[in-house]
């Protein structure tokens, strides 16, 4: 563990774990491959229920809390409807619903496009940063007790299945 309470995973165990279960993937038996999703999955699965819980305990629906990360997490701070739509994988015509319900409760601000009046960005309010911040808050110690009780071959197993998903390797590209 590091200073901080972090574990520290070699970078080179990892990316060996990442292609043996890549490699995994092109046998017959499977259960490598599968034993890094199961762990991933389990990892993601008890996160996410304790942000969910705690959005909930908030007074906030978990589908508008993730609206609101999406939109407050966004490079600029801000979004359209659609990207809103893209980002939290729901129909456009859902997703205007849920802008609309956040407007209703002063969590979100909109505004016009300067150079295209049809488009609307949508921004989180002072009091929705703060209601985000909250949660966060909450969370954290949830999320650092669950993840102390993980072994360090299951936080490399599913480290390796997250990278394998975001298309990401540690090796160095040789050079030509």
């Known amino acids: 563990m590091g200073r901080d309470g972090m574990r520290i995973i070699d970078a080179a165990r990892l990316e060996r774990g990442r292609e ?57 701070g801000s979004l359209r409807v659609k990207e809103v739509a893209e980002r939290l994988d729901i129909t456009p015509a859902f997703a205007s619903n849920l802008i609309k319900s956040l407007a209703a409760k002063r969590l979100i601000a909109r505004t016009r496009d300067r150079l295209d009046s049809r488009v609307i960005w949508i921004r989180a309010t002072k009091e929705a940063r703060a209601l985000l911040h909250r949660v966060d ?40």
């Open 137 to 176: 808050e909450q969370v954290q110690a949830h999320v650092d007790y669950f993840t102390r009780s993980l072994t360090a071959q299951q936080a490399e197993v599913a480290l390796s299945i997250l990278m394998f998903y975001a298309g990401v390797s540690l090796k160095r590209r040789r050079r030509v």
């Open 20 to 76: 043996r279960a890549v490699n995994a993937r092109e046998r017959e038996d499977r259960h490598l491959y599968f034993y890094g999703v199961a762990e991933a999955r389990y990892l993601l699965r008890k996160i996410f229920r304790m942000v969910e819980e705690e959005a909930k305990r908030a007074g906030i629906d978990p589908l508008a809390h993730q609206a609101l990360i999406q939109i407050y997490g966004s490079e600029t």
